[in-house]
């Protein structure tokens, strides 16, 4: 449960306005932080509409955008606030904030000054040609989809396997342990993996998308077995839906 909950607030109820409106400095106590303190920030070209990219901000990043209009992030890897284009000049310039229905994610509506990407590419997904992008759409799309599936695995047997022994031999210094010997960190991690999943959706990421939903998987199979069910149980209700 976040911070917002105890506090008697949902994620989303937004101090400065309604959720998609823009956000100001007090409507920030309404964003819903992951348990890091951070969260996702998706920034746009306003002029074009083209997504630039995907990074992550502190409330001290989000307040020094308020302030200054350029887009600031916290790194994870520095550990450190950073301006973005402080080192390539390349700043992302009079930002609107907004925040998502639930208020886990921000959406930037920024005015680039060149490349967002550090490869030199105007966006971190890549240039697109307009006949590539026609080629993503339509029939072309569908063309492709059944040589794009890979051949299927019984991987979802085997991780319920292994889960089950987990449950069983608990070994020491298991992940999957600690997961399923605390309830509220169960549920945390859903929260935290979905809305990751919603991130990587939002910046039209395919490779982020692949991730993030092995990571939900993993931890919803885990949810299951923790709540006493077995991974078969679902498997068998969605046999049940498929055949009515």
Known sequence: MSDHDTAGRRPGDLAGGR?????DATALDGLSFRADGLIPVIAQDRASGAV???????REALERTLETGDMHFWSRSRQELWRKGDTSG?????AELRADCDGDTVLARVTPTGPACHTGASTCFGETSAGAAESETGTGRAARADADIPPRSDIMARLADVLRARAR????????VRLLGDPNLRVKKLGEESAELVAALAADDPRAVVEEAADLVYHLM????????HWADVEAELERRAGG
């Open 19 to 23: 959720p998609g409106h823009r956000l």
């Open 222 to 229: 885990v949810a299951v077995v923790g709540a006493g069910r």
């Open 52 to 58: 630039l990219m995907l990074a992550w901000a502190n």
């Open 90 to 94: 390349n700043v992302l310039t009079d």
């Open 169 to 176: 031999e608990k070994p020491a210094d298991s992940y999957t």
